[in-house]
């Protein structure tokens, strides 16, 4: 048991006070380790609640810096952080919020060959990538290591999420299989996006985490939340396990890590670390 | 016939329909972006021609949506 100091208590006191968390909750939340893969639209809403909320080890990797372009959605980084590292631009920012807390940066292009390594001995993983070859690596190697994830997406005014346990719930491969073809997918870079639906989304894959560290009500498991903001209609698609799941399903075809081919997204500008 | 599709009822007037029609004339513009839910059940791509819808069906387009870094 933590001995919470007066500060502690002022600060959390708006968790404390919830029932379901209390004080109890608020342990785990500080205890708790958060890996957030992406410091860019989703990514930085989700690192400044998660920060705020008190959760104790959070990391977060990217290899990118930040650019003038990035900064009307990606609101972990100001204008004079333009060609700082991304991570150490949210780290800043979550330090300032949180004091508290601890901040592991990661300067690198998550592949097949760092992950299991990078995402070992975090209890919660946040995709807030850009492109599907690593959505699908942070799927698979959170299937192979069973570490919950929360998967996300934006693109022009709509949005999508949901939550993989692995072993209890569908991943996300049981809905869509494998990447698409490289030359079909538009990214934010070409297609657009409204800055706004980033906090929408993040802002819900951190609520998910936080709901999954305190065991509060029931996770976005078995389901695609998907929203439109021109309607600002959401819906709730049910998915269910698919035995013919490359990945988790009865005869698995999928049993190691590659790195599959990078999007377009991608060739926008060179990784600054390496590539593995 | 009538189906629902992405959680609305749909009549459908031809009397055959397989997925490939279906994504047609829901004028889905990159069918690589879209995975394909058939009563609740995964439908590979290649199956689409051969996959005819009845009454009844419950049919859910998943768009691939990325986004969120850069």
Known sequence: ?276 | MQITVNGEANELHEAEVNLSKLLEIRRVESPEMVAVQLNGEFVDMENYPSTFLKTGDDIEFLYFMGGGSR
């Open chain 1, 1 to 276: 048991m933590i001995d919470f100091t007066e500060e502690q208590l002022e600060r959390y006191s708006r968790h404390i006070l919830l029932d379901d968390v209390g004080v109890d909750g608020q342990e785990k939340l500080l205890q708790a380790k958060v890996l957030i893969v992406g410091a860019g639209g989703l990514g930085s809403p989700a690192a400044l609640y998660l920060a705020a909320a008190g959760v104790g080890t959070i990391g977060i990797i990217d290899s990118d810096s930040v650019e003038i372009s990035n900064l009307q959605r990606q609101i972990a980084h100001f204008t004079k952080d333009i060609g700082v590292f991304k991570v150490d631009s949210a780290a800043e920012k979550m330090q300032a919020i949180n004091p508290d807390i601890t901040v592991r940066t990661y300067k690198e292009y998550l592949c097949a060959a760092n992950i299991t390594k990078i995402i070992a001995g975090y209890d919660f993983i946040i995709d807030g990538t850009d492109n599907f070859p690593t959505k699908f690596l942070v799927n698979d190697a959170c299937i192979f290591t069973g570490i919950p994830f929360s998967h996300g997406g934006i693109l022009r005014f709509n949005g999508q999420t949901m939550t993989v346990v692995p072993g209890e719930s569908a991943c996300y491969r049981c809905s869509f299989r494998e990447a698409p073809p490289p030359d079909a997918v538009p990214s934010c870079a070409q297609a657009g996006v409204l800055g706004a639906i980033a906090g929408m989304l993040g802002t819900i894959q951190a609520t998910e985490a936080l709901k999954y560290i305190t065991g509060v009500g029931e996770l976005l498991t078995n389901g695609l939340l998907t929203f439109d903001a021109r309607t600002l209609t959401f819906r709730k698609i049910n998915l269910a396990r698919q035995k013919s799941c490359p990945v988790c399903g009865e005869e698995p075809s999928i049993t190691h890590l590659v790195d599959a081919e990078q999007s377009v997204c991608e060739l926008k500008s060179e990784p600054v670390a390496a590539p593995c």
